[in-house]
């Protein structure tokens, strides 16, 4: 950790700022330069808090040279993880393809999806049972039961599920659920992060809204430091000053957490968007920025369907979006 | 609710949609303007799904003509809520000084902090026992026992207190803290909120790093729903790309709020700018936009005061504050 | 334009409203609701501003129907435009592959950088004459001498030149220049782009750091509105909160722009990500969301070299990448 | 400036990195950690290009020392610059008020203004003669007349007026314009900066919708680096995610440039809110932020008057807001 001081700062003040850290336990090495004064910290910098230390009044700024996410961190992990559900492996060159209804309506509905979206190559199913709605007067998902329809489903066509948990009190609902999803919303819902720690199931971590790569592996990590090392981290939008769409999907998230991370990286473009029309194109883009995997929304509910237009794909454009999926990945992999 | 569809729409996929809207349960008003065409919808739109109706290829925008907070709505309660803790009474026309450490340490500094800022004026005493810290290896808070301290501090000074919950599971522990907090990183933890509004205790609900108001208002709407009125509406810093300061104080929205809701609006000048110099010029801008209340953090650890710089203020700061806060506050209404 | 008015409005102030956009030479159709009243206003709306209607006091919100940029249109213009320079041909299924180095530093380096991209397939050279530096101490570029050493690579190559105007007072030396670039700080300069439309020159405008795509629209609407149509948008990342890349590239720009307007949209890998090492993923991607080309920084210094890490490409690196961009082209439009 | 290499760094890489860099002309201490190496530079830094050196792959972070902005800096003038327009003197404990319309639009209009802002205490008259408009279709200003109009109307009430110069080949226009504004477009149009150094002429300088605070004082440091120090900063509200209000006004920016520098800092809320009824409340948020001065649009034209909504304030409201502000600021000062 590097702690730059202002420029003529009281001697005084930098004698107890200095005293002060070594007693946290770090050496402190004094480097005087022509207008500031540079401290550089050794040992377990890890308990200093650099917020606190940053608003001293004698400091310009601090940096940390070694990040605070270790588990995560590809330098202490330098081969790829490849986390695996059943059969499927994500990561590590494994693409996976997960497909499914935004929310589980019924078991016709989630079968034939289930079966169309296998049928065009997904591997895996998703469908939202308990639904994290903006409103309270917005359907909030069939919950218990939606999991149920799920697990048919799966039965039907042997691809393992993915359903979002919003609350710690309903771990134990999931315990048969192959990928417990954790929402934008909650990706600082500390002790949720934590208790899905607790178990051995893979964990697809999504990114908050506003919150930096940073945060997110941070928020792997108290995933991972519980014990659970199946993170599969997705990139879905963050937000922005964007008019014409309702958030910015973030692709060069992709490369960049490849490299400070070894966790595989999937994205999400329907949620990105909103807008079935723009799934394709940004669906190809996330695969030539090298991702992992793609969690598409796909419906065949004629009031959805109404204009080929919903955020979700037709299970007709599903397929065709696939072909060009797989041929892209070969371009860009070969 | 008004669609504006895109020029040239076949007109069959535009029956389709009026039909489907009908079906819904709206009158729905068609006007053909030169280039577009405009349905207006009349009767309970609630139901319908914006985002869905925005993502049909043949529809331009959509547009929410009632907003879809009520119980939040300005325009269906017109009086300014005052809500009462204890004696201490927030909105309306009444200030509130909550003042404390961010964390509660020990008994002797949560009183000695409480009689510090009682003299100077504060009404109500802040501490967090629950801490939610990006890092897993952050301190986490005296979870528990912080809240029985709190309670010493209460007895000891008369101040009611206020205090964050995390998570649903410890809401048990709160059953005799005055205020509870909902933090910036839950203001979408939608199962949280729905088990706050089935208290009866006063909510103290902060905006989220990336919400929008109207996500701020939709949030109270779920506490409000489940029965409980009392909520406090706090602003304490939006994520922004500034450079200098951790976060972008947003005080606009302080007018802004009190002109769509009839709920109180305070302001943390504490964490929205996270340098203690930072908070005095803050905290009287926050009272020259009309708040109704500030949140200030105040310690007394020699440490922390080391070189008059963190987050926090000094008793004695704080007292200068206060000071100026009165005078502003009477400059502005009178 | 549809102008929603807020609940309770009092009448005589409606009416004046009404009178006074009656006054303003459109129509002004007055539909009342339940809780709100809605103007729709037909006629030549153009001239209504509206940001001072929507800041009434009686006025919730206003919706134009019809976008204002004109030109730039789809709906009035459906075919692509195909801008062409010398033999390169742009958009309408035309892909032009731009390179060269950030800054002209001598006839040495322009030359052979143009033989190297030439050689790899690219069909454009760049190459910076007057550069806009963020600090008054930086280097500005080699002005009108860059721009005849580019005149020099273009003589031994036959690559047609891009290099970027700043300033209307230097228009005159841009003459035997074959596309001139407006760059991301001077979208906005409405003087210039006012010039650079009674030119007849194709202009690459690129989109600023904090632009929406209707302003970048607007901005193209600027040159085409004087008089020339050839205009290539560009989307090069814009400002967000990101922690590790200096900008997120926004290639969901690139599909919206193309249902938005007729124009070619390239994208800008290079300035967006700012490291070398992340240009070939996103050049990639952008290719997969359906750009109708790539502007690539390369060069062949080898202090810029050093470790393979600038935000330059090397003439290396730029060859293996051409030939994966060919390929995902390839499988994206088959 | 201190440079943070990656773990297991290649030791050939470094050396040619620490030879590259010696070569520039600054001295290279090399401190060895745990886990990563950081690079001390001393000596002249500021030409280095600290981006370039950032994107080395080697390369894990950089962090400049000293500013970039030198004349601008408050460390290498700790006073406060004091601006004298005629005798009006702005910074150091004075206030400025500034007034007028949005746009000249009439002898009439702006002198009527002009004496009636002057009544209520104004001491400078602003009004818009070049107007940067989004659209090439809407109303572009009076140009040369517009100046004109404002001289006239200084004559009959003493007040020094201020107008906004979009283009260097304006600047004659300007010669006897007392105080020249560069709007927040223009705020990185670089040679515009630059000529205006080398004028005499006291600059109002509008900080971009999407600029930092180190922009603001690098672009601030172009008028100065060519001889002109008296520069006026201005904050006028940047582009976030919000939804109510066109812009976020950062009043932190207030006391942080104050911090960072000893030129004036004053506030627009008109421009910041969009809206004349969020003007009051924005403006004494100001004055307790601790603002030199603001500007404020004031018109008398009954049809912006219509509903009492606009975003310029009518006379007797700004008559009303001056009166609090003079409160405000005597509460903040004493």
Redesign the interface.
Known sequence: M?V?LK?NVDKE?QD??VD?LKESGVDV?V?V????T?L?L?GDT?KI?T??V????????V?R??E??KQANR?FHPEDTVVSVGDVKIGGGNFCLIAGPCSVESEEQIVSIAKDVKKSGANMLRGGAFK???????FQGLKAEGLELLKIARKETGLPIVSEI????DLHLFDDVDVLQVGA??M????LL?ELGRTNKPILLKR???N????LL?SA??IM??GNENVILCERG?????????N?????A???LH??SHLPVIVDPSH???????VP??A???????CDGLIIEVHNDP??A??????SLTPADYDKLVK?IV??R???T?
């Not at 910015?248 to 060069?252: A, E, F, H, M, R």
Request: some cysteine.
């Open positions: 590097i730059v420029s003040k107890r700022l002060w090495h480097s330069g022509e207008f500031q540079v550089g050794v890890a808090d917020d606190l940053e608003s001293l009044d004698i400091v310009d700024s940096k040279v070694t605070t996410f330098k994290p709605r903006t409103s309270p007067y917005d919003m609350n710690v009190g919303r909650n600082q819902n500390f002790d934590r908050g809204l506003a930096t790569l940073k945060e941070m990590e108290y430091a519980s963050i937000r922005t000053f964007s008019d014409y769409l309702r910015t999907l973030d692709l060069s992709v490369p960049m490299e400070l990105a968007t909103g807008m079935a029309r723009m194109p940004m190809l883009a996330a695969v030539g920025a090298g009031a959805h109404l204009c080929d237009g919903a955020q060009k041929k892209v070969e371009a860009v070969c």
